[in-house]
């Protein structure tokens, strides 16, 4: 099922450092690429998203770089804090496609 | 506004028996979607369901159904447990088909024993 690819698979980062975190996708239909942060227990929560017809969204610390020849998508957080210290996926769908999740980075932002 | 409410929120369950998860969605929420949660697989793909008709489905085996009701509430049943449906269940829903803008409820923690 796997069509979105992500990495790393978990980050460790200082605290006010940047965190950045890669998506790959393979179905060129994909017409939206979101990211949700999900804490234990907890289901994902939507974080920020792009369309293709843009190449950066940027909401507050987190900022959403998109290279639409590469096939590919970042997810950057600015800053990082002790509290952002979660699990983030990436995820691309379309209008005939069914949303579809990346692995997942677990992030861990040490103070 | 209410969000993505899923009930029981903890279920164990025997090896053959059969379950059924619910999902209440937003308000006006019209596209509900079935995700399975696990440590190895990540979010798998069970089903998408608008205005009551499945438009699409994972590859899941068949024991794995569901159904959305007129009031966009909807269930998923899992027959015949085996012990790898141990797994967090989510909900999500959305105004729009395809998940534009999910929003997901807290999860169904399924453990079979």
């Known amino acids: 099922q796997q069509q979105v690819k992500q990495s790393p698979q978990s980050l460790i980062v200082q605290k006010g450092g940047i965190s950045i975190i890669n998506c790959a996708y393979e179905n060129t239909a994909f017409d939206y690429f979101p990211w949700y942060q999900q804490f234990p227990g907890k289901g994902p929560a939507l974080l920020i998203a792009i369309r293709p017809d843009v190449s950066e969204k940027k909401e507050g610390r987190f900022t959403i770089s998109f290279n639409k020849s590469a096939k590919q998508f970042s997810l950057h957080i600015m800053d990082s804090q002790p509290g952002d210290s979660a699990t983030y996926f990436c995820?691309?769908?379309?209008?005939?496609?069914?949303?579809?999740f990346g692995a997942g980075t677990r992030l861990t932002v040490k103070p | 506004k209410a969000g993505v409410t899923q009930t029981p929120r903890y279920l164990i369950k025997t090896r053959g028996q059969q379950v059924t998860l619910s999902c209440s969605p937003i308000?006006?929420?019209?596209?509900v979607s079935w995700y399975q949660q696990t440590p190895g697989q990540g979010l798998q793909f069970l089903f998408e369901?608008?205005?009551?008709?499945?438009?699409n489905k994972g590859n899941f085996p068949g024991r794995f159904s569901g159904r959305q009701f007129s009031n966009s509430r909807s269930e998923m049943n899992v027959s015949t447990l085996e012990l790898g449906d141990s797994a967090l269940y989510l909900c999500?829903?959305?105004?729009?088909?395809?998940?534009?803008?999910?929003?997901f409820g807290s999860g169904t923690r399924l453990t079979v024993v």
């Open positions: 999500a829903s959305s105004s729009t088909p395809a998940g534009y803008g999910y929003t």
């Open positions: 369901y608008f205005s009551e008709t499945q438009r």
């Open positions: 995820a691309a769908s379309s209008n005939n496609n069914d949303m579809r």
């Open positions: 308000s006006g929420h019209r596209s």
